[in-house]
């Protein structure tokens, strides 16, 4: 079954899975819409795994940090009408990747703000990502935000490969 989703939606390719820094700036490009559109969700599932997971670090105001994670659905469900709401514009600030017989960890630095001008904010997207009939799929996402007390280091800022 699982091999048959994959082999399904692969038939939906875009040059943008080809490559890691491709996908991973494609997820972006997807997210980022004006005031009032909603994001392509079709496209979006397309980047990932039928199972892939999304989770988030965010402090807790205690001491260690609040972990959210959800499935692509419950993301879209949740998440997705503030996407159109506010608008949003993610871009990439670097990217990282480590990558060994077919699995790839990427880390992206990014830099993101809603279109009302009521949030911005750099952090880091890791990805999880496995390559699939002829292509990459992203199996997870986590990412966490920068904070006073957490800059993102050197070596992930303008780093593209």
Do not use: H
Not at 19 to 37: A, C, R, Y
Not at 73 to 102: C, H, M, Q, W
């Amino acid at each position: 079954m699982f091999f048959a989703i994959i082999s399904a939606k692969a038939q939906t390719d875009t040059l943008a899975v080809k490559s890691i820094k491709g996908i991973t700036d494609k997820m972006l490009e997807i997210i980022s819409v004006p005031i009032g559109q909603e994001p392509d969700w079709g496209a979006y599932r397309n980047l990932f795994l039928p199972t892939a997971q999304k989770t988030s670090l965010r402090p807790s105001g205690k001491p260690g940090r609040q972990v959210r994670t959800s499935n692509l659905e419950e993301f879209i469900r949740n998440i997705g009408p503030l996407y159109a709401r506010d608008g949003f514009k993610e871009v990439s600030v670097g990217l990282t990747i480590n990558e060994y017989n077919g699995i790839a960890c990427a880390f992206q630095s990014y830099y993101c703000k809603n279109l009302k001008g009521t949030y911005e904010k750099r952090g880091v997207n890791c990805f999880q990502l496995v390559f699939a009939d002829n292509r990459w799929w992203i199996a997870n996402t986590i990412f966490v935000g920068e904070d006073s007390k957490n800059k993102i280091p050197n070596k992930y800022l303008n780093k593209n490969e």
